[in-house]
């Protein structure tokens, strides 16, 4: 059964008495602030570590297109804009691809569960921002599935916030830690990037995790 859908709070619609609920377009369609507050956060010094990760990557004259994956309403693909690159978002929730389209209409965007298995276009980069908590009981298939999304020598970028890694949240069992991802990540890629930042703003927070890899 789901949860009520007068909530105001989008986070009831993600994670409710310690348990996934994973409601992402029942949230898009009823959450009284844009999730995440996205529209705010784009703007963020670590947001904007993020963009100056991925433009490490974007260096490389051979990536000629980005994918992100959980896009959203494509806050973070936008700042890529002026890039003179192809730009693609995917989102399990049609609702905020729709949002994205309205507000982007230079990105190309559709909707899509990266937890199936199925073919799919590559490309020469892939962003993923905050996915692995709501897809840890599928991330063997997942990690798979962002493997065959990235060309030969491609990228894959990901950047995941932490809870306090002393203490117990959802998914610790299978990323208990940075290190863990980077074990899951590199089956398949080699680091390029890695980097854990604390935010003395956000003291009740873990470590942000920021990752770049060339695929093998």
Known sequence: MGIEKNLSDYNDYVFKDGKLVGEFEQMYQKASV?????????????????????????EDKAVKD???VNCGIGFFLSNFLEM???????????TAISQAKQKFPNINFF?????????????????VSSLFWYIFDHID???????ELVMPNGYLFVVECFPLLDKQFIGKEVIPDPDALVTYLSESFETVVD??????EYPNDGPIFYWLGRKK
């Open 84 to 94: 003179g690159i192809n730009l693609t978002g995917t989102d399990i929730s049609p």
């Open 195 to 200: 980097g854990r930042i604390m935010r003395s």
């Open 141 to 147: 298939i997942v990690l798979d599935n962002l493997a």
């Open 66 to 68: 980005i994918l992100e």
């Open 34 to 58: 844009t999730p995440w507050r996205q529209d705010e956060a784009r703007g963020r010094w670590f947001n904007q570590v993020s963009v100056a990760i991925v433009g490490r990557a974007l």
């Open 111 to 127: 909707v899509d569960d990266i937890r199936c298995k199925k073919n799919r276009d590559v490309y020469g980069m892939v962003l």
